[in-house]
């Protein structure tokens, strides 16, 4: 199908000149209004307390970034998971705005991109012209294989998305840096290649169907789990056929009225997950999204559907022997070996002062309060069976005062990549078993699995001295 020179409803603009342009023009007013706003503060000390240019520029770069659609959304959103560690809060807290439900583009721009990636295979399929979902990247339609009548998923990337990437990162850090939203410096330069290795990843779907299928292996023997197939036949290098698993979200007021005990279970499978990622397998799903996962309610029992594995991370066993000794300390409330691990894990600089170190160690010790035996956990957040009460806990709002206070000191260091994953996942999965009000102690899982991975540490060494 021939590009006909006008853009359909919706589509994505896809000249990277135009795109570069309206996010330069965006950044020069920007600049322009802070730097006005600066010399003003310094004038007028009463002007620096009560002005609102940098909340209110904040707002227009975001929806900017709307305005522009794909590449450009889903480095908005990469910063609004990790812009604490380098934006200002006005910036970061706009960004989140982008996170919000996006609009599907229209089926006149999505149907040549099925066309053109299925060949003939296309001609076996109806598929439904409404989106199911819409994402910064791509957006998903159900459809019915004709020949056996099964229910699937396409998930389709936006048309022209792999053209841009580059260019729509590079323009929103010139711009960043414009308006010195952005310091320049190696951490930074090393956290921006991650990123972009992330965003290049995620549209490379031939890898998220191999590790879907690594995904559904290692859950395989576990009911708890569900994986959805995938279709070579239906897919290509921009459309991904999926398995379609029917399922309520953990917001829904169907999961909500579930009763107290398998709203635990599906907890406590949540929490087993992350324990399994870390502990066993070397494999993450680095992106906390709710939409990642969907729950399957049946008569008595219920199934987390896994879903979307572009940002599968596999995690360096030097890592992974790190935050697995992180956990362990914290749980046993050892600050020196959690200071330790931190600065493992490269969270703290191994010259860091004793402010620093305990600053973190407090962090770390409070985001981990779920997991600590239930004689070192805080009695108002237990119900009347000593259980820890999630939903009550309001935990991610006191972790998030101890980051916030963190990142203020001077002696705050950038964490690496990995790590900041791993934080943020966490604290996905906390906020995943808030939601569903678990009343649970975490303690005894941990211990368990801490348990066995010691016992497979012990046993490399044993095997490495013999080699």
């Not at 240019?53 to 305005?67: D, I, K, P, S, T």
């Not at 989140?96 to 999505?110: D, F, G, K, N, V």
């Not at 594995?309 to 046993?332: H, N, P, W, Y």
Request: aromatic residues 8%; charged residues 20%.
């Amino acid at each position: 199908m021939k590009y006909s020179g006008k853009k359909p409803d919706g589509a994505i603009q896809r000249n990277a000149l135009g795109r570069g342009l309206s996010v330069s023009v965006a950044g020069a007013r920007a600049s322009s209004a802070l730097a006005l706003d600066a010399a003003l503060g310094r004038v007028f000390p009463l002007w620096k307390k009560h002005s609102t240019v940098m909340e209110n520029e904040a707002r227009r770069f975001v929806a900017e970034l709307g305005r522009l659609k794909g590449t450009y959304v889903k480095v908005g959103q990469m910063w609004a998971l990790f812009g604490e560690h380098f934006l200002p809060p006005e910036l970061t807290e706009a960004l989140h705005e982008l996170e919000a439900s996006t609009t599907p583009l229209a089926w006149r721009a999505i149907e040549p991109v099925l066309q053109h990636n299925l060949g003939p295979a296309y001609a076996a399929l109806v598929v439904d012209p409404q989106a199911l979902a819409a994402a910064s990247l791509a957006q998903v339609h159900r459809a019915r294989v004709i020949a056996n009548g099964e229910e699937i998923c396409l998930k389709v990337l936006y048309p022209g998305v792999r053209d841009t990437i580059d260019a729509d990162f590079n323009a929103v850090v010139r711009l960043l840096k414009m308006t010195r939203w952005l310091k320049a410096g190696r951490e930074l330069d090393d956290w921006l290649e991650d990123m972009r290795t992330q965003l290049h990843l995620e549209v490379d779907y031939q890898r998220e169907a191999r590790m879907t299928l690594r995904m559904a292996a290692l859950v395989a023997n576990d009911p708890r789990y569900c994986v959805p197939r995938v279709y070579p036949q239906y897919s290509g290098s921009a459309v991904l056929a999926l398995e379609y698993l029917p399922g309520e979200a953990v917001t829904s007021a169907v999961v909500a009225a579930l009763p107290q005990a398998r709203r635990n279970r599906l907890a406590v499978a949540m929490l087993d997950l992350f324990l399994h990622e870390v502990f066993v397998w070397g494999v993450m799903q680095t992106d906390p999204n709710f939409g990642n996962y969907r729950i399957r309610v049946g008569e008595t029992s219920d199934q987390l559907v896994l879903l979307d594995f572009g940002a599968l991370s596999e995690c360096s066993e030097d890592f992974l022997d790190a935050l697995g000794r992180t956990i362990a300390a914290a749980q046993q409330g050892d600050r020196v070996a959690v200071v330790q691990g931190l600065m493992d894990l490269g969270c703290l600089p191994p010259d860091s002062c004793a402010d620093a170190q305990q600053m973190f160690a407090d962090f770390c010790l409070r985001l981990l309060e779920p997991l600590r035996e239930v004689q070192n956990l805080p009695p108002e957040r237990l119900n009347a069976q000593g259980e820890y009460r999630w939903g009550a806990s309001n935990l991610m709002q006191r972790a998030g005062k101890k980051a916030a206070k963190s990142t203020l000191s001077r002696h705050f260091t950038t964490p690496s990549r990995e790590f900041a994953f791993v934080a943020r996942k966490l604290t996905g999965v906390f906020t995943f078993i808030a939601v569903l009000n678990a009343e649970f102690n975490g303690a005894e899982l941990l211990q368990q699995h801490v348990a066995r991975w010691r016992a497979r540490q012990t046993t490399r060494r044993g095997e490495a001295s013999l080699a």
